[in-house]
């Protein structure tokens, strides 16, 4: 018999030994050992390509500990179906730490992929106020803000400046110079992010607060959405396509495509996160010198953004904790986060960047940003998020395509949310 057990235990070599070859590079998961070692990143696509570069100081400072970067696409909706495809892998997922959009977190950890954090572990203390809200649920920390991001109206100085026109403050301001002088210069009015994904939902919400409405209540349990408010914020963009002042085109934009139309010259006034700002003012960019960025109008003066960013989350079955914990500490350092804003053109969450005169100099959005990210409001926390904004973003792009009008639209919203809530 002995020779048996001899075979088993080499069968057993064997096994491991071609386990560790088909996992080699990122995917094997190794036992925690002292909780240090390699790991990997997930993120949605990095649109400025700063984070390879970034990481590659880490690398070089911590030869054991290399962290390896998985890019994942550039919408939100499908960085999300993939990481999640990966956690509920379990021990055989490939991603360790997860850089996961700041509506996520409760969904991620409700379900228990990720796992709670330290508090102590991490500066809480110095980042803007409303960034940590996001990154907790339950009362606990379930990852640490990472980038911050809040939506900015940017629009052509050069056309306003020489109509004497003064950048709007309102929906009514907004949309008389759309129609008026967008035709004359031969540019579309205004666009979003207006294809039915994250983004839309992000619009969507960001009309409704505007003007007073809310969308869920008490944690996800109510739905509010059926107001007056909602009406008016659905209508006003659905107003806009069917007026002309929104372009049909914009119907398809994500943030890629709606820059590209403002940063080509083709559009007078462009809701975006700031990155769109610092692309349509670099070099290359046929409008660079005439864009500037206002906070988001709403119906009466200001209107509310939604918040946005990324926090850096930990797989419940990650293969190196300690390093994660080690690998959030230094993304989220003062160094890296003010290379997050200079060569990433995100808006870090470290709330003394904000009043850093050489970087106001460099990116003169910075106080504005910061009064819209103090201003902004959440996302609806949902355990079931991804249903919310699936519905939002059906019902809303049907309103503006003109399906269904802005009154049906609304009580479906409604009646499709309540639902949801209640699963
Ligand atoms: C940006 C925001 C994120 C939002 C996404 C929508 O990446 O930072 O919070 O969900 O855009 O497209």
């Known amino acids: 018999m002995r020779w048996i057990r001899a075979a088993g235990r080499g069968l057993l070599v064997l096994v491991v030994v071609l386990t560790g070859y088909v996992s080699s590079g990122a995917s094997a998961k190794e036992p925690a050992g002292d909780g240090r070692g390699p790991l990997t990143l997930a ?18 400072a911590h030869p054991d500990e290399r962290v390896t970067l998985v890019e994942l696409p550039d919408s939100a909706d499908e960085t999300r179906a993939q990481m999640i495809t990966d956690l509920r892998r379990g021990e055989a997922g490939r991603f360790d730490v997860l850089n996961i959009d700041v509506s996520w977190t409760s969904e991620f950890a409700a379900a228990g992929w990720i796992r709670p954090l330290p508090r102590d572990r991490f ?10 809200d996001t990154a907790t649920y339950d009362d606990k920390l379930y990852a640490v803000p990472y980038v911050t991001n809040a939506g900015l109206l940017l629009y052509r100085t050069d056309i306003l400046a020489k109509e004497g026109v003064a950048p709007p403050r309102t929906w009514a301001e907004l949309e008389s110079t759309a129609k008026k002088l967008a035709p004359k210069y031969g540019l579309d009015g205004y666009a979003g992010q207006f294809l039915p994904y994250e983004g839309l939902t992000v619009n969507a919400a960001e009309a409704v607060y505007s003007a007073g409405g809310s969308i869920l209540g008490d944690e996800g349990e109510r739905v509010t959405v059926d107001s007056r408010a909602a009406r008016e914020g659905v209508g006003f963009l659905a107003r806009g396509v069917r007026e002309g002042w929104i372009p049909r085109e914009a119907l398809t934009y994500k943030e890629e495509e709606s820059k590209q139309a403002f940063q080509d010259g083709r559009l007078l006034f462009l809701r975006n996160w700031p990155y769109a700002y ?10 660079a010198g005439s864009v500037g960025a206002v906070p988001l109008p709403g119906p009466d003066g200001p209107g509310t953004s939604v918040l946005g960013g990324s926090n850096l989350a930990v797989a419940t079955h990650a293969r190196h904790p300690d390093t994660a914990a080690r690998l959030i500490a230094y993304l989220t350092s003062e160094p890296v986060q003010r290379q997050v804003l200079t060569r990433g053109a995100l808006p870090p969450v470290r709330a003394a960047l904000y009043e850093d005169p050489e970087l106001i100099r460099r990116f003169p959005y910075l106080p504005t940003l910061r009064e819209s990210v103090l201003a902004a409001a959440p996302r609806p926390k949902s355990p079931h998020y991804d249903q919310v904004s699936l519905v939002v973003q059906a019902v809303v792009h049907d309103a503006m395509t003109g399906r269904q009008t802005t009154e049906a639209a609304v009580r479906r919203l409604a009646g499709e949310l309540a639902a949801v809530s209640a699963r």
């Not at 993120?43 to 070089?60: H, I």
């Not at 500066?123 to 940590?132: A, C, G, I």
């Not at 610092?278 to 409008?287: I, L, N, Q």
């Open 278 to 287: 610092v692309a349509a003012s670099a070099p290359g960019s046929r409008v």
């Open 43 to 60: 993120t949605a696509g990095d649109l400025t390509g700063y984070l390879g570069p970034l990481l590659e100081g880490w690398n070089r």
């Open 123 to 132: 500066p809480l203390d110095t980042f803007l106020r409303p960034v940590v």
